[in-house]
């Protein structure tokens, strides 16, 4: 008994001892592996920090395990860990967020630390099943040793090159330039290359700044590229080309998609010829299947190139082509399509390739690119080639040979299965290239003295030419910020290069709407009460001579008019007065018995009669003047006996108004000549008159008015238009002369002349622009509307003409609008409105930084600037782009790169102003650049004023 207690006892003895070590030495073992999960935490950490010490833009990563490679610590890439044995490594790298005091907060925060960031290190291993042990580390690391770049002041700035960019007058950011309206152009710059073969075709890759040409066959090379990043600066000479290839073959077409450059061209068997444009080599053609002729056209994306050739019989000639490896493209087409003509241009636009044809009824092509047999025809208006086609969103645009149709027409595509013509415009030449940008289509035509035309789409019109050197064609243009390229058959500018000379402001008048009013009559005056305009007409038998117009704004600046109401006089409307409350108009006419008529016009579309005053015969009422209560009309000379008492057979009569029912003349004064127009000045009156030109009455003696003073300008010519502007009286003369008189104290009856100018043929009414300019209409052929210059009254100017294409009677300046209404003798447009031309900023544009030296090979690291982005239509931005070469020679042809790095996507760019780190694919390079790409909404431009690259 007592043995097998003792055995029992020794057995839970025994039993205890063994679990006790049994737990100890599993203690023992935990404790291992978590003193290994530590240091392998550690060596997460140490891990960051040498990938840091090597290169900051490297920790870009979210989540990553880390590997050696070549002797140092390197990411394996995003969403990786680390498998070591039992244990998995997992390192996060998060943003590092600052507050107002730039201490560490929870982000947002107030802004995001570029040169900080937070490393998590987490080890995770298995204890028993089922059951984890986890050990995490935290470090914060910073950018701490980075040497940094920036551009700020005009000496950095002035470095850089500039395409339709400039320094502002301070020097210290970049802005857009000015571009304004192309009513005026002149050639910026050429480029001349060697030998007598012409341009032919031309690209513009905006992504890089280069200009690709191609040219006819010779004995030079027909594809060239050119750096136009400081075309500010004027253009490159051939000898600095960036590259050339010598095809043996003209160029008909250009396109640029990636890496490579597409041609299309005349050499039998490689009608499609690839450029590999890393160094401008040949890697790669293809040749049509049948016998066609020269591949005309050309456009590629993606792994597909589209190319156009000339008419082949009862052949094809469009194709689809498989590029996915340009130097071995498949000998088989992916699709094709017979069009019966040639294939002068195409372009693509979403899933659809647009082609102008020499076809003579199906000129205009569309080919669904998701179904090559699926395709809609368009029959443009003329039997005339197609040379061109352009789209702009959801507006096609094809050019023809000239006819006598319009040359360039304008579709509706925005369902490509019901295609819709909205309008042509005649240019009266070929159209062989369109870009269109901002509501103008430019044009290369073959005429002589006008090889660029500019059209106005908006009410497609031709409103600037610009004269290109040499033979008098150019065979294709495009646009990009500032400028028009064209491509000439001219031996020595085979590219020209236009930018628009118009002056922003009164320089350049722009006419910006017109109105036609019913039937050919005239249109001798013009007035305007808020969005309302009212034009007199002369006698219009049968119909109305006074309308009303609602100006309501279109597209692109202009304004239409829109009829609303009129009314019948059955006599010439002579001078128009409106109310400064807009409810009433006194009208000065030629009818008897309403010499003056009053409209009451408060509703516009439904004007009324309010009043009438039959001055004695012959009724021909010329001028007309309100003061409160008071009218004041001036009559054609009555040659009569006169009764100033009794009102009778006079030509100035003071008339109450204040009950428009019973007009009443209260007294009158005898002129003795015609009585033109009339101004008032407190108490006188200024006349103009057919024999002394200005006559001066006092309107406020009794009990008649009396003549107190006049003007008597050298030689005989009759006054016509009047204007007041404070202390100073403007008159013209029909002889063309404008005068300008100080009326001021003494001188109200004495005027005495500060300066007097000739402009030209036969002047009319006058309008005033208070100490700025004085509107005159005239005869003048292609000058009717004369802008003078009277900001110093005693040294008066023109200041720039405008052709109405028929005369203008009067103007009427508007100074809430800036606006000038002219009523004119175009039978067309009797009412049009002109304004200063705007100033106008291109809406694209770069500016290239200088070539900067890190001085060994370091990494780069961060980039980031400071941006001024106004609010404007469509948009404002800025974007920049990078790129670094072992060499200055080799970074001029070095691919630009966004934070994605060199991946060729051109939707790639740095748009974070407060800095994005660098793509380490531009690491190990000593030599670095920037690019910023502008993009404006016409009237405004965004301002770069600092840029910062951080390096190692």
Request: glycine share 10%; hydrophobic share 35%.
């Given at each position: ?308 050739t000339q008419a082949n019989g009862s052949g094809v000639e469009w194709y689809a082509v498989d590029v996915t490896d340009p130097t071995n493209i498949n000998p088989m087409p992916l699709g094709d399509e017979e069009i019966s003509g040639d294939v002068n241009d195409m372009i693509i636009s979403g899933n659809f390739a647009h082609l102008a044809t020499s076809h003579d009824t199906l000129d205009y092509y569309i080919i669904d690119l998701t179904d090559y047999n699926n395709e809609e025809t368009i029959d443009v208006p003329g039997n005339d080639n197609a040379w061109s086609v352009y789209v702009d969103g959801t507006k096609s645009y094809i050019g023809k040979s000239s006819s006598t149709n319009a040359e360039i027409f304008e579709y509706d595509i925005s369902t490509i299965t019901s295609v819709n013509l909205i309008d042509a415009v005649e240019v009266g030449d070929n159209v062989l290239g369109i870009a269109v940008e901002d509501g103008f289509a430019y044009l290369a035509t073959n005429d002589g003295s006008n090889e660029l035309q500019i059209a106005r789409l908006e009410n497609y019109t031709v409103i600037g030419t610009g004269n290109a050197n040499g033979s008098g064609t150019c065979n294709r243009v495009v ?474």
């Amino acid at each position: 008994m007592e043995v097998i207690l003792a055995l029992a006892i020794f057995g839970i003895i025994g039993t205890t001892i063994a679990t006790l070590i049994v737990g100890s030495l599993s203690a023992l073992n935990q404790g291992g592996e978590q003193t290994v999960a530590e240091a392998l935490a550690e060596e997460g950490i140490e891990g960051v920090r040498s990938i840091r010490d090597n290169a900051w833009n490297e920790l870009r990563v979210s989540a990553s395990g880390i590997e050696p490679q070549f002797g140092k610590w390197t990411f394996k890439g995003e969403a990786t860990t680390d498998a070591i044995g039992k244990y998995t490594r997992t390192i996060t790298l998060d943003d590092v967020c600052r507050d107002a005091t730039d201490e560490i907060t929870s982000c947002p925060g107030i802004y995001t630390d570029l040169h900080s960031k937070k490393a998590t290190v987490e080890i995770v291993w298995e204890v028993r099943p089922g059951i984890n042990n986890t050990v995490q580390r935290i470090a914060y690391f910073t950018n701490w040793d980075s040497v940094t770049v920036t551009d700020t002041t005009k000496a950095d700035f002035d470095a850089g090159s500039h395409n339709s960019t400039f320094n502002t007058t301070s020097g210290n950011d970049v802005e857009l330039t000015e571009s304004n309206i192309f009513l005026t152009s002149a050639i910026h710059d050429t480029i001349q290359l060697s030998g007598n073969e012409n341009a032919n075709s031309i690209f513009i890759d905006e992504y890089s700044d280069i200009l690709y040409v191609g040219r006819v066959s010779g004995s030079n090379a027909e594809f060239l590229a050119f750096d136009i990043s400081d075309i500010e600066n004027g253009t490159p000479l051939e000898s600095e080309a960036l590259g050339s290839t010598e095809i043996g073959a003209t160029v008909n077409s250009i396109f640029v998609d990636g890496n490579y450059a597409y041609l299309a061209t005349d050499k039998s068997g490689e009608e499609l010829i690839v450029i590999d444009l890393e160094d401008y080599t040949i890697i790669g053609s293809w040749d049509t299947p049948s016998n066609e002729g020269a591949g005309l056209s050309v456009v590629a994306t993606g792994t597909r190139a589209f190319i156009g050739t000339q008419a082949n019989g009862s052949g094809v000639e469009w194709y689809a082509v498989d590029v996915t490896d340009p130097t071995n493209i498949n000998p088989m087409p992916l699709g094709d399509e017979e069009i019966s003509g040639d294939v002068n241009d195409m372009i693509i636009s979403g899933n659809f390739a647009h082609l102008a044809t020499s076809h003579d009824t199906l000129d205009y092509y569309i080919i669904d690119l998701t179904d090559y047999n699926n395709e809609e025809t368009i029959d443009v208006p003329g039997n005339d080639n197609a040379w061109s086609v352009y789209v702009d969103g959801t507006k096609s645009y094809i050019g023809k040979s000239s006819s006598t149709n319009a040359e360039i027409f304008e579709y509706d595509i925005s369902t490509i299965t019901s295609v819709n013509l909205i309008d042509a415009v005649e240019v009266g030449d070929n159209v062989l290239g369109i870009a269109v940008e901002d509501g103008f289509a430019y044009l290369a035509t073959n005429d002589g003295s006008n090889e660029l035309q500019i059209a106005r789409l908006e009410n497609y019109t031709v409103i600037g030419t610009g004269n290109a050197n040499g033979s008098g064609t150019c065979n294709r243009v495009v646009f990009y910020g500032a400028y028009a390229y064209l491509a000439c058959r001219d031996n020595t500018d085979e590219i020209q290069i236009f930018k628009s000379s118009a002056v922003a402001g009164w320089e350049t008048p722009y006419e910006i709407g017109n109105g036609d009013t019913p039937g050919n009559d005239n249109a001798p005056v013009v007035g305007f009460y808020g969005d309302y305009v009212f034009i007199g007409t002369e006698k219009n038998s049968g119909g109305q001579e006074f309308f009303s117009f609602h100006v309501t704004s279109g597209a692109n600046g202009l304004y239409e008019f829109e009829p609303s109401g009129s009314y019948e006089i059955s006599q010439t409307v002579n001078d128009i007065f409106i109310t400064s409350d807009g409810n009433y108009v006194y009208l000065a006419t030629s009818e008897d018995p309403q010499e003056l008529l009053v409209l009451n016009i408060t509703d516009p579309a439904n004007i009324v009669y309010a009043g009438v005053f039959d001055a004695s015969d012959p009724p021909n009422g010329n001028g007309v003047y309100v003061v409160g209560n008071t009218a004041y009309l001036v009559t054609k000379n009555n040659a009569g006996t006169s009764d100033p008492f009794s009102c009778v057979n006079t030509e100035l009569y003071v008339l109450d108004i204040s009950n428009l029912s019973n007009i009443q003349c209260t007294k009158s004064g005898e002129l003795g000549e015609d009585g033109n127009a009339i101004v008032v000045s407190g108490n006188y009156a200024y006349i103009s008159t057919n024999g002394e030109e200005i006559q001066i009455w006092n309107i406020a003696s009794n009990p008649l008015p009396t003549k107190v003073g006049g003007y008597d300008a050298p030689g005989g010519s009759n006054g016509r238009g009047l204007a007041l502007d404070g202390n100073t009286l403007y008159f013209t003369r029909a002889n063309g002369e404008f005068y300008v008189l100080d009326i001021s104290g003494a001188n109200a009856t004495d005027p005495q002349p500060k300066d007097s100018i000739d402009l030209g043929n036969g002047n009319f009414n006058i309008s005033i622009q208070s100490g700025v300019n004085a509107f005159v209409g005239s005869a003048d052929g292609n000058t009717e509307l004369k802008i003078v210059n009277i900001e110093d009254p005693n040294n008066i100017s023109i200041r720039a003409t405008f052709d109405a294409d028929g005369n203008v009677l009067d103007a009427a300046y508007d100074a809430a609008t800036g606006y000038v209404y002219l009523a004119t003798t175009n039978n067309d447009q009797e009412l049009q409105i002109v304004e200063a031309l705007p100033q106008r900023f291109a809406q694209k544009g770069t500016f290239t930084s200088q070539i900067f030296d890190a001085t060994d090979t370091s990494p780069f690291q961060v980039l980031s600037w400071t941006e001024t982005i106004p609010s404007c239509t469509p948009t404002c931005d800025i974007t920049i782009l990078f790129r670094s070469a072992a060499t200055i020679a080799g970074i001029k042809n070095a691919k630009w790169a966004g934070p994605e790095g060199l991946d060729l996507d051109e939707d790639d760019f740095f748009t974070n102003p407060t800095g994005t780190l660098i793509h380490p694919d531009t690491n190990g390079f000593r030599y670095f650049q920037y690019k910023a790409m502008f993009t404006g909404g016409g009237t405004e431009s965004p301002e770069l004023e600092d840029v910062i690259v951080d390096y190692k």
